[in-house]
């Protein structure tokens, strides 16, 4: 954990979701004061028609593209914002998603829902008076 979902429609070279997982990592590995080690990013090609949203009432669903993001519990709102920004911003750039056609929602989790293996088990919990920040 974090584990960084992106559902799109279409499909993507392995160059360009190598790019965003990249940079989507070092962003919220920097935002969120985390072990960059933590973090994994999905990029999930559901092909056309593969995710859909009404954009007003009354008319018919469009495509769209939705980002999860399975995160620390605890994180405060204005920061789960701005990395939200940030994290679509390099969607946006990199695989050219329309900003109108993407949302983003958070599910939270304390550390004992979060095993790693290699780093010690599970992860050591969040706390918002820590300095260094490098507990997720």
Request: net charge negative.
């Amino acid at each position: 954990m974090p584990y960084l979902q992106l559902d799109v429609n279409g499909h993507y070279s392995s160059d360009d979701k190598r790019r965003l997982a990249t940079k989507m990592s070092e962003t919220y590995a920097e935002m969120m004061s985390v072990d960059i080690r933590r973090i994994s990013v999905a990029v999930r090609e559901l092909g056309d028609g593969g995710v859909w949203r009404i954009i007003e009432a009354g008319t018919e669903p469009v495509p769209v593209s939705v980002m999860m993001l399975d995160i620390r519990q605890g994180r405060p709102a204005e920061l789960r914002m701005a990395v939200a920004k940030a994290l679509c911003a390099h969607v946006i750039e990199i695989l050219g998603l329309r900003e109108d056609r993407l949302n983003v929602e958070f599910t939270q989790h304390s550390g004992d829902e979060m095993y790693h293996p290699t780093l010690g088990g599970y992860s050591p919990e969040w706390r918002p008076d820590e300095v260094s920040g490098k507990a997720e």
